[in-house]
């Protein structure tokens, strides 16, 4: 279980940020954890496929996307705040983030 | 922009226009229109009525694929009066068409006469709609093969886009149960394409011998420019292959992951989709290379812009 620094939070909201404003073409500064990825950003699955690729490279997470998808059913992701929260539990828990269900 | 560095891929069909460049650029719209006349009075006059917004007729298999092919020509005829021409191009599917009508194998109206003779084949031979297709993101090839099985489900891949996104077809109902049990299973994302016929199975094998009557009778010519193929990655270099991939293409499954892989191998790092949406630039970012997609309308300049426009 990786322990979660603030730095680390900083981090990812910054990848988080930074990913979405030019897969978008969107303004980084009008991008909040509020934003709505789909309706806001025009977002897509294509692109939640890789941020997570993207996590999965950097903090080297032993994770299937499989269980990420399971986990999303049940906690759906809308905003860019949720995103990160939900980014934060996969690098702290990577593949026992199910077992939070339990 | 040198040839050697550009590729044209032509989508197979339109699922929307959100993102269409074509609203500023003059050229195109006529080029646009004058295609949609000719396909109008050969092939369906009711495309006449077409508008982007009003009436685009996503939801009819065959006027979308109509007007995926006439925008796809009219695209690479703007991008070639402007003087880009691509070294190689590949067609998505039904984007076949386009592709070897681009590349001078076909004139515009054979293209049209194999969409709608392969249509029509594949209606007369599969009357009941009872078939779909639909793309699933986030499981592996592996996943669904498991997922298929344990469910009892008479689906096929086929197509990779990439090593999680995958296009399955066969009958509805297995298509839904798979749809539903796919977002169980942790799919990313799951749905149906919307369209009743299961494309690039061998249930159309009967149509595809009905297409050849057509295919092999009409004036099919050597492509000037390569067209690789999406069945076998290489490039259709003769008027007997051009015959073969098309009626080959309506009942093989394709991979469009290795079809890019191999334009990018050999030495082509530039895309364009020849198309109004961004879907096959999306799915080339999971594609190990440093090609990269470019919109086709930032390719036309300013300075390249006719002189009659």
Redesign the interface.
């Known amino acids: 279980m990786a322990k979660i620094t603030e730095s680390t939070r900083n981090e990812v909201r910054e990848i988080v940020f930074a990913f979405f404003a030019e897969e978008c073409e969107a303004d980084k500064s009008h991008i909040t954890d509020n934003t709505n990825i789909i309706k806001d950003l025009?977002g897509?699955?294509?692109?939640?496929?890789?941020l997570i690729?993207i996590f999965k490279k950097k903090y080297n997470l032993d994770i299937?996307?499989?269980?990420?998808?399971?986990y999303?059913?049940k906690h759906p992701v809308e905003t860019i705040g949720q995103l990160i929260e939900m980014q934060m539990l996969i690098i702290e828990h990577e593949n026992r983030i199910l077992e939070l269900e339990k | 922009m040198a040839e050697d560095t550009l590729a044209f891929v032509f989508p197979a069909f339109i699922a929307d226009y959100?993102d269409d460049p074509s609203g500023n650029m003059p050229e195109f719209r006529q080029i646009f229109l004058d295609y949609l006349g000719v396909a109008a009075s050969v092939a369906d006059p009711a495309l006449l009525s077409f508008h982007a917004v009003s009436n685009p007729f996503l939801e009819d298999e065959l006027r979308n694929q109509y007007l995926t092919y006439i925008y796809g020509c009219s695209c690479a005829e703007t991008l070639r009066r402007s003087g880009i021409i691509p070294s190689v191009i590949a067609g998505y599917s039904m984007g076949i068409y386009a592709a070897l009508y681009f590349s001078g194998s076909v004139s515009f109206e054979t293209g049209l006469l194999f969409i709608t003779t392969a249509y029509e084949a594949i209606r007369a031979s599969l009357p009941n709609k009872h078939y779909g297709m639909c793309g699933v993101?986030?499981?592996?090839d592996k996943?669904i093969r498991e997922l298929a099985g344990r469910n009892n489900l008479d689906l096929m891949i086929v197509n990779r886009n990439n090593d999680?996104?995958f296009i399955l077809a066969g009958n509805s109902f297995h298509i839904n149960v798979f749809l539903l049990k796919a977002?169980?299973?942790?799919?990313?994302?799951a749905r149906s394409l919307g369209v009743t016929i299961p494309y690039h199975t061998n249930l159309l094998s009967e149509a595809a011998r009905e297409l050849s009557k057509t295919v092999y009778t009409a004036d099919v010519r050597s492509p000037k420019i390569p067209v690789i193929s999406v069945l076998r990655q290489d490039s259709i270099g003769d008027a007997e292959r051009a015959r073969t991939e098309v009626v080959k293409n309506i009942f093989n499954p394709f991979n469009w992951l290795e079809t890019q892989q191999q334009i990018f191998n050999s030495g082509i790092h530039i895309f364009t989709e020849c198309g109004p949406s961004l879907a096959l630039k999306?799915?080339s970012?999971?594609i190990p290379g440093t090609g990269k997609f470019v919109s086709w309308d930032s390719l036309v300049s300013d300075d390249a812009r006719f002189a009659s426009t």
């Open positions: 025009d897509d699955s294509l692109m939640f496929l890789e690729e299937e996307l499989k269980t990420i998808g399971k999303a059913v | 959100r993101i986030g499981l592996s996943d999680y996104s977002r169980e299973e942790g799919a990313l994302h999306k799915n970012k999971f």
